[in-house]
C-alpha cells in the first residue's frame, strides 16, 4: 500500500472533528438500497399500539389510562370540537359588543399592580348604601374585584390580585370571602342589587325605554363576564343563573304599568321588552344584528308618541345610533358602579 | 382510515426526519463494520420500538427529544446487531463511489476506505459506555445535555466521558496511523472488541 495515501495525518495534533468529518463523508457516499418510508411506517404501526408494552409490563390501570387516545376528553368531546364551540362562544359574545376580551388584547387599561390605588371611601357612592351593613372593607373588596372583572374579565379576578389592588394580605380577603366562589356571589349580589335600582330609577325617568337601554349597555359586559363565569365556575352556576334571571322579570313585571301610564298597549311593551332582552348578551339566536336594529328602531318608535303628544316639547332624538354594527354595549362599563380610577 | 393524533405525530416526525434518520442509521452500521444495508433495519427497528416502548410518553414532548431518544434506540439496535454477528468486516473499496469528498486525494477509495477500517476499529477500542456517549455526539449529533438525559448520566460525567474518549481515540488514530507510515508495531490488541466480548456468545 502506498503509504503517502493514507488520509490519517502521521505527525502533529489530530483534529478528531476533521476525521469525523470526512469518515462520514465517506460513510454518506457509500451506496444502499433506497429506504421506504412507507412500509416502514406501515409496519412500525401494525406491529403493536403503542404503551402495548406498558400495558403488559404495569397491567392495569396505568396501562388503561396510556391507552386512552392523546387529545380526547372524556365525555367523548374532542378538543377540536372543544375550540368550535369555544370560537362560536367567541364570537356571540363579540357580536353582541362583548369587547372585554378585544380591550385586554390590546392591553388598554391593564392595572398596574405595583403602583397602589388610591382607593376612597368617599368615591364609593350609591352602592355604600346598597352594601349597607356589610362593612366598608367588604366592599372595597368587591369593589376591587368588580374592577378586574370588568378590565381584565372573570379570568382577571384572583385573591391576590385583589388583595394587590388594596395592599392588604391575603389573608384578609380570605377573611371576608373563604373561597373565590363566595367573592363571585357576593359580587353578583350587590351588582344586582344596585342594577334593581338602576333599573327602577330608569324607569321612573320621563325617557323609560332609553334609560333603559343605556342602563342595559352599562351593564352588559359584567353580565357576560357573569354569564361566562356560571358556565366555567359549576359551583355557582346555579346562583349565577337566578340572579341573573331576577332583572328580566322585574323588569317585565314593572313595565306593562309604567307604559299603560304612557298610553302604550302592555302587549307592544311586552315585545320590546323581548327584543331588548334578546338583543343583549343573554340571546342564544343567529340574527342578533337584525334583532338589535329592529330594537332600536321599535325604542325610537315608542317614545316618540308619548313625547310628541306634549304640546310645546322638543321632538325627542334619541341618541342611540340607528347602525347596528355602531353600537357597542359596554364600552363604559362602570357607569353604574363605583367610578373607575382616571376620573 | 382516520390516524390518532399519536400516530399522525409519529408519522409526521419520521417523514419530516426520514433522511435524516437514514443517514445515521447507515453511519451506525458502518462504524460498527456492519453491511451499509444494515443502516436501514436499525431505523426501522428503533423506530418500531420507539413507537412500542416510548412514543406513548414521548408524543407530548418536543421533537428534539423525540429525535434524541430515536437515536438511542438505533445506538441500542445497532450494538445488538454488532453483537449478533460475530465477523467485522471493513468495508470493500469497491463499495465506495469513485469520487469521495476527501481533502487530501479526492479520487482515491482506498484511502477512504482505509479511513473508515481505521475510525471503525478505534471505535471497537473504546468501552461500551465511551462508545455509546461518542456515537450520539458524533454520530447522531446530539449535545452533552441531550446525552446525560438519554442515558441518565449527569451533565458533567457526559462531558468526562466524552473527552476521554476522544482522548482514547486520538491516540488509536496515530497510533494507527504511525503503523501504516513506517510499520510500528500496533499495541498488542484482543482479537474482539469490548463489545464482543460483553456481548458475543
Known amino acids: 500500500m502506498d503509504r503517502s495515501l493514507h488520509p490519517l495525518p502521521q505527525t502533529g495534533d489530530l483534529d478528531l472533528d476533521q476525521v469525523f468529518r470526512e469518515a462520514h463523508a465517506v460513510v454518506d457516499a457509500v451506496a444502499t438500497r433506497p429506504g421506504d418510508v412507507d412500509s416502514v411506517i406501515r409496519s412500525v404501526f401494525g406491529s403493536a399500539d403503542p404503551g402495548g408494552h406498558a400495558l403488559a409490563d404495569a397491567g392495569g390501570a396505568r396501562g388503561r389510562a396510556r391507552s386512552t387516545p392523546q387529545g380526547e376528553l372524556i365525555d367523548g368531546q374532542t378538543s377540536q370540537d372543544l375550540a368550535t364551540e369555544v370560537d362560536g362562544l367567541r364570537r356571540r359574545l363579540s357580536s353582541t359588543g362583548h369587547d372585554a376580551r378585544a380591550s385586554r388584547a390590546r392591553g388598554a387599561g391593564r392595572i398596574d399592580l405595583t403602583r397602589p390605588l388610591p382607593m376612597r371611601v368617599a368615591s364609593l357612592g350609591p352602592e355604600a348604601i346598597a352594601t349597607r351593613g356589610d362593612g366598608v372593607i367588604r366592599s372595597r373588596l368587591l369593589d376591587a374585584a368588580e374592577r378586574l372583572m370588568v378590565e381584565d374579565g372573570w379570568n382577571g379576578v384572583q385573591v391576590p390580585r385583589v388583595a394587590a389592588i388594596l395592599g392588604v394580605g391575603l389573608q384578609l380577603v380570605h377573611h371576608y370571602f373563604p373561597t373565590l366562589d363566595d367573592l363571585f356571589v357576593a359580587l353578583l349580589k350587590r351588582k344586582v342589587r344596585q342594577w334593581v335600582q338602576a333599573q327602577a330609577d330608569a324607569l321612573e325617568s320621563p325617557r323609560p325605554l332609553t334609560a333603559l337601554w343605556e342602563f342595559n349597555r352599562g351593564r352588559a359586559q359584567l353580565v357576560a363576564e357573569f354569564a361566562t363565569l356560571a358556565m366555567h365556575r359549576t359551583a355557582i352556576h346555579e346562583e349565577v343563573t337566578i340572579r341573573l334571571r331576577f332583572l328580566p322579570e322585574a323588569q317585565s313585571r314593572l313595565m306593562p304599568g309604567l307604559l299603560a301610564r304612557r298610553d302604550l298597549s302592555p302587549t307592544l311593551a311586552a315585545e320590546i321588552v323581548a327584543l331588548l332582552q334578546r338583543a343583549l348578551v343573554m340571546s342564544e339566536s343567529e340574527e342578533e344584528d337584525q334583532l338589535l336594529a329592529e330594537a332600536v328602531s321599535t325604542l325610537r318608535q315608542l317614545e316618540t308618541v308619548p313625547e310628541a303628544r306634549k304640546p310645546g316639547s322638543e321632538p325627542v332624538v334619541p341618541h342611540i345610533s340607528l347602525s347596528a354594527t355602531s353600537i357597542t354595549m359596554g364600552h363604559d362599563p362602570v357607569e353604574h358602579g363605583r367610578t373607575s380610577r382616571d376620573q | ?201
Open chain 2, 1 to 201: 382510515m382516520r390516524r390518532s393524533p399519536e400516530e399522525a405525530g409519529f408519522e409526521d416526525l419520521v417523514r419530516s426526519e426520514w433522511e435524516q434518520l437514514t443517514r445515521t442509521g447507515k453511519r451506525y452500521a458502518l462504524y460498527r463494520g456492519l453491511p451499509p444495508d444494515a443502516g436501514a433495519d436499525i431505523v426501522a427497528e428503533a423506530l418500531e420500538r420507539v413507537w412500542k416502548k416510548e412514543w406513548s410518553t414521548l408524543c407530548l414532548t418536543d421533537s428534539s427529544r423525540q429525535l434524541a431518544t430515536i437515536y438511542r434506540y438505533m445506538q441500542y439496535v445497532a450494538q445488538e446487531y454488532a453483537r449478533g454477528t460475530k465477523w467485522f468486516s471493513p468495508i470493500a473499496p469497491d463499495q465506495l463511489p469513485q469520487a469521495v469528498h476527501h481533502d487530501r486525494d479526492p479520487t482515491d477509495r482506498l484511502a477512504a476506505a482505509d479511513l473508515l477500517t481505521d475510525v471503525a476499529a478505534a471505535m471497537r477500542e473504546l468501552s461500551e459506555r465511551e462508545r455509546m456517549v461518542l456515537e450520539l455526539a458524533a454520530i447522531a449529533g446530539l449535545t452533552n445535555a441531550e446525552i446525560a438525559e438519554q442515558t441518565g448520566m449527569s451533565r458533567t460525567h457526559v462531558s468526562t466521558v466524552l473527552s476521554r474518549a476522544r482522548a482514547r481515540l486520538k491516540n488509536t488514530l496515530r497510533e494507527r496511523a504511525q503503523h501504516r507510515c513506517d510499520g510500528t508495531p500496533l499495541p498488542r490488541q484482543d482479537e474482539t472488541g469490548q463489545a464482543d466480548r460483553e456481548g458475543g456468545a
